[in-house]
């Protein structure tokens, strides 16, 4: 069965300095997909980043870009020049099958 | 927001009564899925749908059921509330854009069984 392991309950992260988020997933398929969600305080799952398992490139999305090292079977999310409003809990997720499976999340808080 | 609403946002009910959660969205997109949002577990999945009539169970889908009769509508009920089914529920929809598959959640539905 597929397992999304965050091994970071919380980080602090000072104001524009870059983060870097853990993330393991341990699944056999050999097509899957890689998310991360932002999820703010209030409450909404804000879609961020997507890395397929075929992908040879890390994904980037503006500030965000996902370090994918397929044979390590990590997906870490990278958030550079931290603003205030990074500060939300994060969550990897793992797609196969047209499910997702997600990890226990981290809570980022920035500080200025 | 992909055009995702759940009704309803909140509410309070009492153990053993039956509870009914609706999704609604406005386009056309053929998955469907309800998650449940509990501290320390992130999102799990109850029960999805891949199109009208057609469903199957997730993770955690004791003591929920769900019905699609039509594309936009995707129900969630609980037949005999417990404790336990206090949660946020999450309603998703799943699409394919430029070779990237998204899932877009809507606001949720905080639900409490007392």
């Known amino acids: 069965a597929q397992k999304i392991t965050q091994t970071q309950p919380g980080m602090f992260v000072q104001e524009k300095e870059a983060v870097t988020l853990d993330c393991t997933y341990d699944t056999s398929d050999q097509s899957y997909g890689l998310f991360w969600y932002k999820q703010p305080s209030s409450g909404e799952m804000i879609f961020l980043i997507y890395?397929?398992?075929?992908?040879?490139q890390n994904a980037t999305e503006g500030r965000y870009s996902l370090n994918f090292q397929k044979a390590r079977k990590s997906a870490n999310l990278v958030i550079s020049a931290s603003q205030l409003g990074d500060s939300a809990m994060y969550f990897c997720?793992?797609?196969?099958?047209?499910?997702?499976?997600f990890g226990a999340g981290t809570i980022l808080r920035v500080k200025s | 927001d992909a055009g995702i609403t759940q009704s309803p946002r909140h509410k309070v009910t009492e153990t053993g009564t039956p509870v009914t959660l609706r999704c609604h969205q406005t386009?056309?997109?053929?998955?469907m899925y309800w998650y449940r949002q509990d501290p320390g577990h992130g999102l799990r999945l109850i029960h999805y749908?891949?199109?009208?009539?057609?469903?199957d169970k997730g993770e955690v889908s004791d003591g929920y059921s769900v019905s699609r009769s039509k594309t936009e509508d995707f129900l969630l009920t609980l037949e005999s509330a417990t404790s336990s089914q206090t949660s946020v529920y999450f309603c998703a929809i799943s699409s394919t854009r430029e070779a990237v598959y998204e899932q877009y959640f809507g606001p949720g539905t905080r639900l409490t069984v007392t």
């Open positions: 749908s891949y199109g009208v009539k057609d469903t």
């Open positions: 890395q397929g398992s075929y992908d040879e």
């Open positions: 997720v793992e797609e196969y099958g047209n499910k997702l499976v």
């Open positions: 386009e056309n997109h053929r998955y």
